[in-house]
């Protein structure tokens, strides 16, 4: 009797641990194949949530490449003009309704420059909307740089990856229906700010963020709202660190506690920091005016500023991580896949 009692014993126990040993391996196998090396409590921390589509690194990183592959992307160049397509065509294949808004802006030197403004709406029919942007221009001069100083830059990071990350989420919207409806906004004429060494401070206004300031001035669709809206700047550096940026704080400090909160909790709290950083000029300024609350998340380090590569020719594909570009992808996906829609 008590050696049978024994045996069932060792048996049931042997039976629990094949089934726990399996379950482990299986938990494995799911975090080796979507991390690589790294270790994020990934589906079960989660399993609360409501089903978030995959964010594929690999395939923003292949949008960087893309528009990389243009050329820089300067306002009033050829280059420029094909990048814009390219975008326009991109967000129509992924099943986006699109919208440009064509204008000229005055540059900081008198120039004219043709700029497009372009708003890509998914599931245009609900009330409820988060407004996702970048800017998808590139800088015409390398003014941090100490060779080149006028020839333009790259831009893989400082234009490219957010438009990157925000054509992956547009392949995710079209697969995958979130309850609120989502509008993409690539920014134009953003980087063609009066360079450095340029010492004429006569000039009235800011002479970054033309196409957003345009905006502002002349919403499109009109009257356009959003419950609130992210803007993705320089997001795919590698070993990039994101401060709590001042006018985001000032102007959304509970979107910037949620995206923060968010991202600590799909384990990417080493990328998103506690710490204040200073207020950038950047185009969710402007989209703050309007009276839609935007945050801005930037590369900005409280005591290092902007990256290194900032405004160099060093911001090439070089300096491009996959893993940056998902830290950032996956927390914005999981934020608004389980953002609830109007009722
Ligand atoms: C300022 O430099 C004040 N505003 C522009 C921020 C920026 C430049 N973002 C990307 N490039
Ligand atoms: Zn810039």
């Known amino acids: 009797m008590s050696l049978y009692c024994t045996f069932k014993t060792i048996l049931i126990t042997t039976l629990l641990f094949i089934v726990f040993a399996c379950d482990t391996e299986k938990k494995e196998e799911g975090s080796r194949t979507t991390g690589g090396e790294t270790n994020k409590p990934k589906g079960n921390a989660n399993k609360a949530e409501v089903d978030v589509p995959d964010f594929n690194a690999d395939s923003a990183y292949y949008f960087i490449e ?84 006028r020839e ?84 795919g550096a590698e070993n990039a660190r994101f401060g709590r940026e001042y006018y985001s704080m000032q102007y959304a400090p509970t979107i910037v506690d949620k995206v923060w909160e968010k991202a600590r909790e799909l384990g990417y709290g080493s990328f998103f920091l506690q710490e204040q950083a200073g207020g950038i000029t950047d185009d969710h300024y402007f989209v703050n005016q309007t009276g839609i609350p935007m945050i801005d998340i930037i590369e900005y380090h409280p005591q290092r500023d902007f990256g290194w590569y900032h405004h160099t020719h060093d911001d090439n594909m070089d300096i491009i991580s996959r893993r940056t570009l998902e830290a950032v992808g996956e927390t914005v996906s999981h934020v608004i896949w389980n953002e609830e829609g109007s009722k």
């Open 66 to 149: 893309r528009q990389v592959a243009l050329g820089p992307r300067v306002p009033g160049t050829q280059e420029h003009m094909e990048t814009g397509n390219y975008l326009i065509e991109q967000l129509e294949g992924f099943g986006a309704r699109v919208q440009v808004q064509s204008f000229e802006a005055e540059a900081y030197d008198g120039t004219m420059l043709p700029l497009r403004n372009i708003f890509a709406a998914f599931y245009p029919e609900k009330t409820r909307r988060i407004l996702l942007a970048a800017h998808w221009d590139t800088r015409p001069f390398a003014d941090k740089d100490d060779e080149r100083e």
């Open 152 to 235: 333009p830059i790259m831009g893989a990071n400082d234009g490219g990856s957010g438009v990157g990350v925000l054509l992956e989420i547009a392949r995710m919207l079209q697969e995958s229906e979130p309850s609120v409806g989502v509008d993409i906004m690539l920014f134009d004429g953003e980087d063609y700010g009066q360079p450095q060494w340029d010492t004429d401070y006569s000039r009235k206004g800011e002479t970054y963020c033309l196409g957003s300031q345009y905006w502002a001035e002349n919403k499109m669709p009109r009257n356009y709202a959003a419950y609130y809206g992210i803007l993705l700047d320089m997001v």
